[in-house]
């Protein structure tokens, strides 16, 4: 980066080189936060101009301020605003939509961050990446099987096979012995390669959605720097030279993913055909070529789980090695291999007819098995590293818990929500075969349906749902009394004002709303906590009896057969409603631009990472906009010599947290922070304790200019910072007011909204901080650190 600095400034000698004689000018960078906005509002100002970026990303400044550098003087006092608009990394075109099907992905991807701090456990740190990489592995494998299920199984096996249920659907004629009159597309084999084009096609969909974004976001290089004495960003691996650069990483497990999802329709073709192969009187050249078809398929199978587990991030250095060989030839292979097993399950094979299913029950059953396994196991590695850090002495005096991260769930966070990836994966499985089960063979009179598990698994969501409702009692219990309680502050807080009680009221109830985001380890897990008995259960059953549970239960008690008959009906239609619900939400969102946009914020929170675990997780949007605020930051104060003041909002400051641990020393100690409405500490800061814990925070303080972060009781999102000791009122303002004011006044004579997450601007506080930050900024203008 230093030699990027001094490329800009050689750029712009002439208009630097007398700056020791000018007034210096100063800089307010604002970034915004979830759910985007516009640079007319960020601003306040209709007229705005792009001073640099494109449509997807950009800074703006108002007209009138362009040329600000050239005129100083007319900005004595105040700074020039700057808008870094970043809305359309996550919510632009339409394609947008698509990414819906990769929130399993997404989800898994989050679990790789939220590893405990590892102080001196290198090997465990690595290896609870290696596992959420594996689990990673099996989504990819679970989706396409998924798809196998519904075009192999489903269709081309069951539907076809059966002439009732052939002749329901037209389209399915020629595959039908019974209909196209023993037509050449009827044999089994045949039925089978034809069908195996839609997963087929759904393996190549997310290889192109990861390629496409791969070269669209990874492929955005930060400012290259070299790793300095003087840095001390070793607390957090957010300021690794190499830390938003995943381009090498994406690439390589993109190309085993790809690979795995084509080696999953080449299982799912050879395991019927061969087993036909082995019967007694099949041809002994067709054994042959199932037996080495099998074995290809085992040795490229293992050559893909070495792929995935060889390779972790590299973060302490630009990595532009791409490994092209290997990222073009695996999944070649694999497409290789598919198309000499479509070959060989098209053979004609006289004699051979489909009936019943297909191996689902056995597929389904391994998968979440070494899901389980998987989970089980990174649970027992993030408790390792929970515990070694709770005994790692820090630098905070003996008996001192401040510095101690608020790890969600002591450190279980991060297994948590890989289960709950998992079972979304699941869901999501069961959900599309049984409703096209129900499509096909609505009464199930004519065709077997889907693999018994996934009917099981069907089956446990209403029981989780009476759980979840009974979580959800609790929390709204819970809330009534902390809004009772909290009647009493804000009496205290606007004590000099004319008392209400339906306003104390609801003050006091938008507080209570606002304080259950501290509640959400609680909810995840419980959540998870069932997913996992209940998925157990499932398993157990589904291997035990074979049967779906109605069919189980058939001689237990009355009330036993009861339960399980309605709580198999009752799944299977929540699961089929959930898919129609999902389809037409992607839909709308693919058509309409709000509902777009509200599906970017799911993104704007769940895309902040790095692919690090998935790569066909949506991608990160950071890996553009952090490079872009580094490069501002940095060439703007190298050209101008003016400090700056970065201002970020909710998500913005996440980002602005990030970017400036992206600076070096020199350009750092130019910079003021302004966080405002920030989760850093609340939701970051928990749930991802490695990267946002007390020390990488603390360690940030010191390395800023200054920082200071204002926040809201009424606001569900941001929150203090909680730096430990003296720093902690350094950085944290009392929290503000909000309203701004009771009842109604000559000031303000119509009552003043609770404003929650939103504009924070329009509180004098703002205005009031940014311009102590500036002072604090300039030596000749000095401020103390305030203390309120």
């Not at 991060?414 to 998992?422: H, M, N, Q, Y």
């Not at 709303?513 to 501290?518: G, K, Q, R, Y």
């Not at 910072?721 to 006044?745: F, H, M, N, Q, S």
Request: with cysteine.
């Amino acid at each position: 980066m230093e030699r990027a600095q001094e490329e800009a400034a050689a750029a712009q000698t002439d208009s630097s080189s007398d700056r020791a004689g000018e007034t210096e000018i100063d800089l307010e960078l604002l970034v915004h936060g979830v759910g985007g906005t516009t640079p007319e509002k960020m601003l306040d100002d209709p007229r705005t101009v792009r001073i640099t970026g494109d449509d997807t990303a950009a800074v703006f400044r108002r007209a009138e301020d362009v040329d600000a550098e050239a005129r100083p003087e007319d900005y004595r006092g105040r700074p020039v605003p700057e808008a870094y608009v970043w809305c359309n990394l996550t919510s632009g075109n339409s394609t947008r939509a698509l990414w819906l099907l990769l929130l399993p992905f997404m989800v898994v991807n989050l679990a790789h961050w939220m590893r405990p701090i590892a102080p001196g456990r290198k090997t465990t740190a690595r290896l609870y990446g290696l596992l959420v990489r594996l689990a990673g592995l099996t989504l990819t494998v679970l989706l396409v099987a998924a798809a196998c299920e519904v075009a192999l199984d489903l269709t081309a096996w069951q539907c076809a096979g059966v002439g009732a249920c052939a002749r329901r659907h037209s389209w399915l004629g020629f595959l039908s012995p019974a209909v196209s009159g023993d037509g050449w597309w009827s044999l089994p084999g045949r039925r089978l390669a034809l069908a195996a084009l839609l997963p087929t096609a759904l393996t190549g969909l997310l290889w192109y959605l990861s390629h496409r974004t791969w070269s669209t976001y990874e492929s955005h290089q930060p400012m290259d720097r070299d790793p300095r004495p003087d840095d001390h960003t070793a607390h957090t691996s957010l300021g690794s030279p190499g830390f938003w650069y995943g381009r090498r990483l994406v690439a390589w497990l993109s190309a085993a993913h790809t690979a795995a999802g084509l080696l999953t329709v080449t299982a799912a073709l050879i395991a019927p055909t061969a087993r036909f192969d082995r019967q007694p009187g099949g041809s002994a050249t067709l054994d042959l070529l199932g037996w080495l078809l099998g074995a290809a398929l085992c040795a490229a199978a293992a050559f893909v789980v070495w792929v995935v587990c060889r390779r972790g991030r590299t973060e302490n250095r630009l990595d532009r090695e791409l490994d092209a060989h290997l990222v073009r030839r695996l999944p070649l292979g694999a497409l290789a291999l598919l198309l000499l097993t479509l070959l060989y399950a098209g053979w004609s094979r006289p004699g051979w007819h489909s009936a019943g299913r297909l191996a689902g029950d056995a597929t389904f059953g391994c998968l979440a098995l070494a899901q389980g396994v998987l989970v089980i196991t990174l649970g027992v590695v993030a408790h390792t590293l929970h515990r070694a850090q709770a005994r790692t002495p820090g630098p905070a005096p003996a008996g001192d818990a401040s510095l101690a991260p608020r790890s969600a769930m002591r450190g279980l966070g991060g297994p948590a929500v890989a289960l709950l990836a998992c079972a979304l994966g699941g869901v999501f499985s069961g959900g599309v075969a049984q409703r096209v089960a129900d499509w096909l063979d609505g009464t199930h009179a004519s065709i077997p349906g889907p693999p018994v598990l996934l009917t099981w698994q069907a089956s446990i969501i209403p029981p989780f749902l009476v759980a979840l409702l009974a979580l959800i009692g609790w929390l709204s219990w819970r809330t009534w009394q902390l809004s009772r309680a909290e009647q009493r502050s804000v009496e205290r807080d606007y004590h000099a004002e004319p008392g209400e009680p339906t306003r104390t009221r609801r003050i006091a109830r938008t507080r209570a709303m606002a304080a259950l985001t501290d509640r959400a380890p609680l909810v995840v897990t419980v959540v998870s906590v069932g997913t996992l008995v209940l998925g157990a259960g499932a398993l157990v059953g589904a291997g035990a009896t074979g049967k779906t549970p109605g069919e189980a239960s058939r001689q237990a008690y009355a009330v036993v057969q009861g339960a399980a008959e309605t709580s198999q009906a009752l799944g299977s239609w929540l699961v089929g409603l959930g898919f129609i619900l999902f389809v037409t939400w992607g839909r709308r969102a693919y058509k309409d631009a709000s509902a777009r946009r509200t599906i970017g914020i799911l993104w704007d929170v769940g895309t902040f990472w790095p692919r690090a675990a998935h790569p066909f997780a949506p991608p990160c949007y950071a890996e553009r906009a952090v490079p872009d605020l580094t490069w501002r930051m940095a060439t703007w104060t190298q050209r101008t010599g003016g400090r700056l003041v970065l201002s970020g909002h909710s998500q913005g400051s996440v980002l602005a947290a990030a970017a400036a641990w992206q600076l070096t020393p020199s350009v750092r100690k130019r910079v003021a922070l302004l966080t405002y409405g920030s989760p850093l500490e609340r939701l970051y800061g928990r749930w991802f304790p490695a990267h946002f814990g007390p020390a990488a925070l603390s360690s940030l303080h010191r390395e800023v200019a200054c920082w200071r972060n204002l926040h809201r009781l009424t606001d569900p999102i941001g929150g203090p910072i909680r730096l430990p000791g003296d720093c902690g009122p350094e950085v944290d303002r009392e929290p503000l007011k909000d309203p701004l004011t009771y009842g109604r006044t000559a000031r303000h004579p119509l009552p003043a909204p609770i404003l929650g997450h939103s504009d924070y601007q329009a509180d004098p506080a703002f205005a009031k901080e940014r311009q102590r930050l500036l002072a604090r900024l300039r030596p000749e203008l000095p401020a103390p650190r305030t203390r309120e």
